[in-house]
């Protein structure tokens, strides 16, 4: 399965006048298209919240963004929220996390193990629109996060998917794929699958670096989207593959 915590763009109508930052801004830092990048993965989870409500990769006592300090040096709101919006929103952290276990302990039940690939997005123009791009070495077109599983087990799966993706090119040029480069997988996601699932389950994080748009207009690139797309579908039938194989 596949899931996109961080598509989201909408906030909830009482919070819209208490951001400090304008759509466009909390546009940057979230991460479009990734709902569409997972579209053809049989199983998929999307939350169509902006992370800049509540942020579901984060452990619940940070996952509401308080300070410039926790969201990359952004000022995010006009004055402190109350406790009552801070609740609010944190009690979507506490739905979706009893979802996801409620959910995983079902495929665990039917399956014996699973996959989850837990699908994000990056920046590599921080400087400007006009300024160049993060050093390629600093920033693979994918990144594959593994710091809070156990490598060792997993490694067949972890490989098997590095391989496949870097079998792929986008408009000629080779997809680089690297492991825990830019990012390295620390997301509360992942931890939690780990915890609860550590022998069944595998939730690998994949940080598409934004070469499918263009990340301070906002404005996508299809034909790469597309093409991306594919890579993420034909992935699936592999990871069965492994999950079948496995001893």
Not at 25 to 50: C, G, K, M, W, Y
Not at 60 to 79: C, I, M, Q
Not at 224 to 230: G, H, I, S
Request: hydrophobic content about 40%; charged content about 30%; aromatic content about 8%.
């Amino acid at each position: 399965m596949a899931t996109a915590i961080h598509e989201g763009h909408t906030v909830r109508e009482k919070l819209a006048d208490l951001y400090a930052l304008a759509p466009d801004e909390r546009l940057r830092e979230e991460d479009p298209f990734t709902a569409f990048l997972i579209a053809d993965i049989t199983n998929q989870v999307i939350f169509h919240r902006s992370r800049f409500e509540i942020d579901l990769n984060r452990a619940r006592a940070a996952a509401v963004y308080t300070g410039p300090d926790e969201a990359w040096g952004l000022n995010v709101w006009k004055a402190p929220l109350s406790s009552a919006e801070l609740e609010t929103s944190l009690a979507s952290h506490d739905d979706y996390y009893e979802f996801m276990l409620s959910m995983l302990q079902g495929i665990e039940r039917r399956h014996g193990r699973f996959i989850l690939l837990d699908v994000h997005s990056y920046n590599h123009r921080r400087g400007g629109a006009d300024e160049e791009p993060t050093d390629q070495k600093d920033a693979p077109d994918i990144n594959i996060g593994t710091s809070s599983m156990n490598r060792d087990r997993w490694a067949d799966v972890v490989d098997g998917l590095i391989q496949h993706f870097s079998g792929f090119d986008i408009n000629g040029q080779a997809v680089d794929v690297r492991e825990n480069v830019a990012f390295q997988g620390r997301g509360e996601q992942t931890r939690f699958i780990h915890e609860h699932f550590a022998e069944t389950g595998c939730a690998i994080a994949v940080e598409f670096k934004k070469i499918f748009m263009d990340e301070w207009t906002g404005e996508p690139n299809l034909d790469v989207l597309t093409q991306l797309r594919a890579i993420v579908a034909t992935a699936e039938p592999v990871l069965e593959h492994l999950l079948r194989n496995r001893r």
